[in-house]
């Protein structure tokens, strides 16, 4: 069975940057995206998109509240994706999850995503 292991999360400052990655402990077959959601620390808060990256074309998307400000790239040969967070907001304070869908490519949509990591706690003081 595919784990994901995510690494990176932390404890920062509202304008500082952190680095997420998430590393796949085998290849996936029939990869076609990687991504990244976050949960926020409230009663009942789902899971939101942040970013998604297509594994095999590359192409990129990303939630509005974090488009320009947060990167998401991959190591094919390392099977990991990173999320690189600048210009942290208190509100982007959450456990980010990292997820791959061997289903489909772009999506936005947690159920589209087939494998899970345990997530990492991202906390933004002000």
């Known amino acids: 069975q595919v784990q994901l292991v995510e690494s990176g999360g932390g404890l920062v400052q509202a304008g500082d940057s952190l680095r997420l990655s998430c590393a796949a402990s085998e290849r996936i077959f029939s990869l076609d995206a990687m991504g990244w959601f976050s949960q926020a620390p409230a009663p009942g808060k789902e899971r939101e998109f942040v970013a998604t990256l297509s594994w095999r074309g590359g192409s990129t998307l990303y939630a509005d509240s974090v488009k320009g400000r947060f990167t998401i790239s991959r190591d094919n040969a390392k099977n990991t994706v990173y999320l690189q967070m600048s210009s942290l907001k208190p509100e982007d304070t959450a456990v980010y999850f990292c997820?791959?869908?061997?289903?489909?490519?772009?999506?936005?949509?947690?159920?589209?995503?087939?494998?899970w990591g345990q997530g990492t706690q991202v906390t933004v003081s002000s």
């Open positions: 997820a791959a869908s061997t289903w489909t490519s772009g999506s936005d949509t947690s159920r589209h995503y087939n494998y």
